[in-house]
């Protein structure tokens, strides 16, 4: 039973990190017309190793390199964000779709051993 409960750990810990994800990229587009604020990132995979190897902060987060968009010097983009924003979202959905089959997975499994 130790590869349900791995898989469930990794399943949880990538949940957690796209939840941040979003966190990130809703604070990048509340800092839209802020002057000088440049966009943060989060490093999926080295945040989620670091989660798993269960760091104390596993964020790994980095400033974007995009170019910024006005003399402001503010770098973020609105289709760009709402992209991430859409395409983390997505992740998310996939990965409790799969951590509800596991579930799914583990009931038929103990239900055909009572």
Do not use: C, H, W
Not at 100 to 114: G, N
């Amino acid at each position: 039973m130790e590869l349900f409960s791995d898989s469930l750990t990794i399943l949880e810990r990538s949940l957690d990190m796209r939840a941040e994800n979003q966190r990130i990229i809703a604070s990048n587009l509340a800092n839209i017309d802020t002057p000088g604020y440049k966009a943060r990132e989060l490093d999926f995979a080295a945040s989620l190793q670091k989660a798993i190897d269960q760091a104390e902060d596993p964020l790994v987060i980095n400033e974007s390199e995009a170019t910024a968009r006005g003399l402001d010097g503010n770098n973020v983009d609105l289709e760009t964000e709402l992209g991430k924003m859409s395409g983390n979202r997505v992740l998310y959905s996939v990965t409790a779709q799969v951590m509800a089959a596991k579930f799914r997975q583990m009931t038929t499994i103990f239900d055909k051993e009572s």
